[in-house]
T-cell receptor, first 112, second 113 residues
């Protein structure tokens, strides 16, 4: 996935602990997105950003917060992880909502 | 409202054609996309079609759009085992401003050798 990297790729954490996932891009795209992918639910939008310090909620934002202090980085934080947040998290970037998205390789998060 | 529906599974024999279907509800959709997700990877943009087109062909891929029925299909000719993946349909709404893409739940294509 040229120009977009997610870290970490895998993480196991305990219930109640804070977790931050990082998305980094080198494309200078304005828009960045966080999705989660779960069996039977497909891709669900958590939060997105349309510029530095400009973010908005998606359909499953409860329990998640985001920050974008630089164009290239979009952070997703689980303030207090729960087992229901065990999932694969994808970051995506685009020049605009109506342009094709480029996705990262994903972060597999397990909350035990 | 915005909703994109796809069947969850499709199984075809190697060499046959695959047809993956998608229906959407928002008539203001301007671009419709097909993404492919291989195991353990993120989604990759496969192709897209603008709403004023009926068909788009790109090598083995053919996209058909029926705006009246709000139906989109992706046909893969001469399906190969490497085509086994999850295929997502997505729609965008240029005229409605800052609205992210809406994705379907994905169709898992299994190719039998």
């Amino acid at each position: 996935d040229a120009g977009i990297t997610q870290s970490p790729r895998h993480k196991v954490t305990e219930t109640g602990t804070p977790v931050t996932l990082r998305c980094h891009q080198t494309e200078n795209h304005r828009y960045m997105y966080w999705y989660r992918q779960d069996p039977g639910h497909g891709l669900r939008l958590i939060h997105y950003s349309y510029g530095v310090k400009d973010t908005d909620k998606g359909e499953v934002s409860d329990g998640y917060s985001v920050s974008r202090s630089k164009t290239e980085d979009f952070l997703l934080t689980l303030e207090s992880a729960t087992s229901s947040q065990t999932s694969v998290y994808f970051c995506a970037i685009s020049e605009g909502h109506n342009y094709g998205y480029t996705f990262g390789s994903g972060t597999r998060l397990t909350v035990v | 409202g915005e909703d994109v529906e796809q069947s969850l599974f499709l199984s075809v024999r190697e060499g046959d054609s695959s047809v993956i279907n998608c229906t959407y509800t928002d008539s203001s959709s301007t671009y419709l996309y097909w993404y492919k997700q291989e195991p353990g990877a993120g989604l990759q943009l496969l192709t897209y079609i603008f709403s004023n087109m009926d068909m788009k062909q790109d090598q083995r891929l053919t996209v058909l759009l029926n705006k009246k029925d709000k139906h989109l299909s992706l046909r893969i000719a001469d399906t190969q085992t490497g085509d086994s993946a999850i295929y997502f349909c997505a729609e965008s709404h240029r005229n409605s401003g800052n609205t992210p893409l809406v994705f379907g739940k994905g169709t898992r294509l299994s190719v039998i050798a």
